[in-house]
């Protein structure tokens, strides 16, 4: 088992910035190649993935095309935590965020992929 837990949402006003984190624990996590994403989900909208980094095995990372160059996806292995920099939110980036993880030597947009999930933390930006 992994567990995720989500920090660092909040109420904003849009051109603000906020950091995300994501603690990651269990006995397997890190142990082989894992990736680690983060994806937003709005009310009555579907899951979506914004931003996702191999965690060990390689230095691959994705963005969402909504998020370039406002968002960066970064990790603290020694720490196991991984974080989501959000910079310029606009009122569109209202939602709540997820971390998720599993172990592959592939990253994948789609949320189907993931296997772990965090309890989400809400990101909420005011025009």
């Known amino acids: 088992q992994v567990q995720l837990e989500e920090a660092g949402g909040g109420m904003v006003q849009a051109g603000a910035s906020l950091r995300l984190s994501c603690v990651a624990s269990g006995r397997w996590f890190g142990v082989g190649s894992t990736v680690m994403a983060w994806f937003r989900q709005a009310t009555g909208k579907k899951r979506e993935f914004v931003a996702g980094?191999?965690?060990?095995?390689?230095?691959?990372?994705r963005y969402e095309d909504s998020v370039k160059g406002r968002f960066t996806v970064s990790k603290d292995i020694a720490q196991n935590t991984l974080y989501l920099q959000m910079h310029s939110l606009i009122p569109e980036d209202t939602a709540v965020y997820y971390c998720?993880?599993?172990?592959?030597?592939?990253?994948?947009?789609?949320?189907?992929?993931?296997?772990?999930w965090g309890q989400g933390t809400q990101v909420t930006v005011a025009s």
């Open positions: 980094i191999k965690w060990k095995g390689g230095d691959e990372i």
């Open positions: 998720a993880t599993r172990l592959a030597t592939a990253l994948q947009t789609g949320a189907d992929f993931y296997e772990y």
